[in-house]
């Protein structure tokens, strides 16, 4: 494997189509502003470098990146990349990640809008995330130890396993499909609307009108907190551990509680159960349970 190092690269194109390279100690910045230093490379190992140029690793395939960083100017670093490794890197710039497969990052720091769109077959670890419209479209996701910041993630997704993750988020995992969720915390409105085949299990679960328009949905020993309004159209199977704000209008299935706000049946064809320690409630209209 060809070594490469300590130097500065800012043409356009600077490592175009390099096979078997070990990159270490680079920068790829300067004056002329170059676009696309590794596009359509095969086995790329790179190390301590920096990145503030766009495009860097386009097309590429068998690449590995260590101890780097990419910064806000590093724009859509990682397109059509296929057996990618990231590890202890800096991924700052926008649409950093997109239409990859086979992606492993493990303890890294990602602040970048519109990451992880398109990608298959990612696995995330111990990795901090801030982003907006987060991995939307994106199909066979592992994530562990991820802590998400931001807007509108998880859309459209498929097959997916979360555990032991925190996400602070609005409308996450809408229109998912066959996601399971493990002992984490999931914050924010809108929880999971329109989705099907979700599952969490030991889970926290915070923020208004969760939950709605779901089918095959399914929760064992949940925390609910503020959670209002929820599980409206749903189908749901639920063993909940605290109390919910309110629940209105299931389409079918069972939900149980030891403790219930108001429970809002006003819709004929809201047929699901909610039991309160035991006990049912009669599915009676703007039923109030103290």
């Known amino acids: 494997m060809k070594v490469i190092e300590n130097q500065t690269f800012d ?23 170059g676009e696309s230093a590794f596009k359509e490379g095969e086995q790329i190992e790179v190390s301590d470098c920096f990145f503030n140029l766009r495009y ?19 724009r859509a670093a990682l397109w059509y990349c296929d ?24 303890n890294c720091d990602i602040i970048s809008p519109e990451f992880g769109w ?3 077959g990612i696995r995330m670890e111990d990795t901090t995330a801030v982003s907006e419209y987060f991995m939307m479209r994106s199909e066979d996701l592992t994530f562990r130890g991820v802590h998400f910041t931001g807007k509108y993630s998880f859309q459209y997704i498929k097959n997916a396993v979360f555990e032991n993750c925190v996400f602070d ?13 493990r002992d984490s915390v999931v914050k924010g409105e809108y929880l999971a609307w ?5 599952t969490l299990l030991n889970c926290r679960i915070v923020g208004t009108q969760p939950l709605c328009y779901c089918k095959n949905l399914k929760l064992v020993d949940c925390e609910m907190v503020g959670t209002d309004l929820a599980f409206e159209k749903s189908e749901v199977e639920a063993v909940l551990t605290t109390k ?11 939900i149980c509680a030891p403790e219930l706000g108001e429970l809002i049946m006003d819709d004929e064809k809201a047929k699901g159960q909610v039991i309160i320690a035991g006990r049912e409630k009669h599915h009676c209209k703007m039923c109030s349970c103290a």
Not at 194 to 198: H, K, N, V
Not at 244 to 254: M, T, Y
């Open 244 to 254: 919910v704000d309110s629940i209105k209008n299931p389409r079918s299935g069972r």
């Open 83 to 106: 057996q990618v490794v990231i590890a202890d890197t800096k991924l700052h710039g926008i649409k950093a990640l997109r239409e990859c497969s086979n992606v492993l990052i493990r």
């Open 169 to 181: 988020t609005k409308d996450a995992f809408w229109h998912g499909e066959n996601i399971t969720v």
């Open 194 to 198: 329109y989705s099907d085949g979700l």
């Open 11 to 33: 043409m356009e194109r600077a490592l175009y189509g390099c096979n078997g390279i070990a990159v270490r100690n680079c920068s790829f910045d300067g004056p002329a502003d």
């Open 118 to 120: 398109s990608v298959r």
């Open 56 to 74: 860097p690793f386009w097309h590429d395939r068998g690449l590995t990146i260590t101890d780097s960083e990419m910064t806000q100017g590093c």
